[in-house]
């Protein structure tokens, strides 16, 4: 079974809302530029386990006084293509999701 579109847009704003996504901040603080290479640093500096202790999403919280929708998709979206596409080449193509589909 498929999703529909409508769904895959509702699952994406929920992720939002459940996960955990790094701040503008903490971004520049680890001078990276999108939220797919804050992660790879925390991976990189040991600090993955940190940030996952220490930064537990309040649901009812975010959902009424959290950050805008907008910011916090865009940086879910960023690590969600930049996991796709395996070349680097800001596209994700089906080729992208066999080879990802090879690797994981």
Do not use: Y
């Not at 901040?25 to 500096?45: G, H, I, S, W």
């Not at 796709?84 to 990802?100: A, I, M, Q, S």
Request: glycine content about 2%.
């Amino acid at each position: 079974r498929h999703m529909h579109f409508l769904d895959f847009c509702e699952a994406l704003a929920r992720i939002t809302t459940f996960k955990c996504f790094p701040t503008d901040e903490e971004m520049a603080e680890r001078d990276v530029d999108n939220a797919a290479a804050f992660f790879d640093q925390l991976v990189k500096d040991g600090d993955m386990k940190w940030f996952a202790i220490t930064r537990r999403v309040d649901v009812k919280l975010e959902q009424t006084e959290g950050r805008e929708l907008a910011e916090v998709l865009e940086k879910c979206l960023s690590v969600v293509i930049k996991r796709l596409d395996l070349n680097n080449d800001g596209v994700v193509t089906k080729k992208d999701f066999e080879l990802r589909s090879k690797t994981s």
